[in-house]
């Protein structure tokens, strides 16, 4: 089975900038999408960014539009979360998932990266 690891997270300033990436190792799937999600202590979990594989199609939440941008390699076994304009709202531990092939929701899931931003 596919396992993904989120790193990247950490310390930064508000208005700073920071690159979130995620590994896929283990046996090969096919993906239909990519996608980030973060979540904050007492709170549910959130929706950031997601494509399709293809690249075709990116979305994202209101709160990060035009300041945040998915991505991912050419091979398939990385993509990234670039943050721009940080906010103390960003604040949260975020986490990579994919959609496989056949499905209809985000199916596996990473551990989580922590981001804490700093006035």
């Known amino acids: 089975q596919v396992r993904l690891v989120e790193s990247g997270g950490g310390l930064v300033q508000a208005g700073d900038s920071l690159r979130l990436s995620c590994s896929a190792s283990?046996?090969?799937?096919?993906?239909?999408?990519v996608g980030w999600f973060r979540q904050v202590p007492g709170k549910e979990r959130e929706f950031v960014a997601s494509?399709?594989?293809?690249?075709?199609?990116?979305r994202y939440a209101d709160s990060v539009l035009g300041r945040f941008t998915i991505s991912r390699d050419k091979s398939g076994n990385m993509f990234y979360l670039q943050m721009n304009s940080l906010k103390r709202g960003d604040w949260a531990v975020y986490y990579c998932a994919v959609k496989s092939a056949g499905r209809n929701e985000f199916d596996l899931w990473g551990q989580g990266t922590g981001v804490t931003v700093y006035p």
């Open positions: 494509m399709v594989w293809t690249g075709a199609t990116t």
């Open positions: 283990g046996r090969t799937v096919s993906w239909r999408a």
